[in-house]
């Protein structure tokens, strides 16, 4: 039987690996109620506001560099409210479980993009002679079994016991422990380049 056993902070419990999975299918069965069409417009919407919110706060910080300080408030502030559009139709699609559900999805989802999507894509960029998307690929791929790695840590309950300080390198997404390194093991930035997580 496929049981991952851990306990938690947050409760003494076993975790049964299946049953997990079992309850996030069910979960999610649920939340398709959808029409296909609303889904799958809810869903175009979703990517359009996420990428919306994303251009407006690279346009914010071009305001900044010609030294446009008005203009790039402007752009944060309608990137917000772009990020307020994206999260409500995120919620149409998925619904958010306990903690402990949560994290092994969030380690099931990591596993999957570092083992399968990312290799695929960064073959296909490799294939293509897409060198900076083939980077791109292969960096977020090898910092997704980082994060895999840390959602086990806590599954694990390794962590519970302390806090721990996380820092996310800016260029690349590597997520270290503690303190941030000197250079970052991934994309070689330097330390400067890390930003604390609150
Ligand atoms: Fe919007
Ligand atoms: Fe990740
Ligand atoms: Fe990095």
Same mark, same amino acid.
């Given at each position: 039987m496929? %049981? /991952?056993?851990?306990?938690?902070? @947050?409760g003494a419990r076993t975790i049964d690996a299946t049953f997990w999975r079992a309850r996030i299918e069910h979960e999610e069965d649920a939340k398709m109620k959808l029409k296909e069409r609303t889904a799958n417009n809810v869903h175009t919407a979703f990517v359009e506001e996420a990428k919306a919110h994303q251009r407006l706060l690279m346009f914010a910080k071009q305001a900044e560099k010609e030294d446009l300080p /008005?203009? +790039?408030?402007? @752009?944060?502030? *309608?990137?917000?409210? =772009?990020? *307020?559009?994206?999260?409500?139709?995120? +919620?149409?699609? =998925?619904?958010? +479980?306990?903690? /402990?559900?949560?994290?092994?999805?969030a380690f099931q989802s990591e596993t999957a993009v570092n083992?399968?999507?990312?290799?695929?894509?960064?073959?296909?960029a490799e294939e293509d002679g897409e060198k900076a998307a083939a980077t791109v690929f292969s960096q977020a791929r090898d910092v997704e079994a980082v994060h895999a790695k840390l959602y086990k840590k806590a599954l694990d309950h390794l962590i +519970? $016991? $302390?806090f721990t300080e996380y820092?996310?390198? %800016? *260029?690349?997404?590597?997520?270290? =422990?503690?303190?941030?390194? $000197?250079?970052c093991p991934v994309c070689n930035a330097p330390k400067s380049k890390f930003k604390k997580v609150d």
């Open positions: 496929d %049981t /991952q056993k851990a306990t938690s902070k @947050f /008005q203009i +790039a408030h402007l @752009f944060r502030a *309608v990137a917000a409210a =772009e990020g *307020v559009h994206s999260r409500r139709h995120f +919620a149409l699609l =998925e619904s958010v +479980a306990d903690t /402990q559900t949560n994290l092994d999805r083992g399968v999507h990312y290799p695929k894509m960064l073959k296909g +519970a $016991e $302390e820092y996310v390198c %800016t *260029v690349c997404g590597y997520t270290g =422990e503690r303190k941030p390194p $000197e250079t």
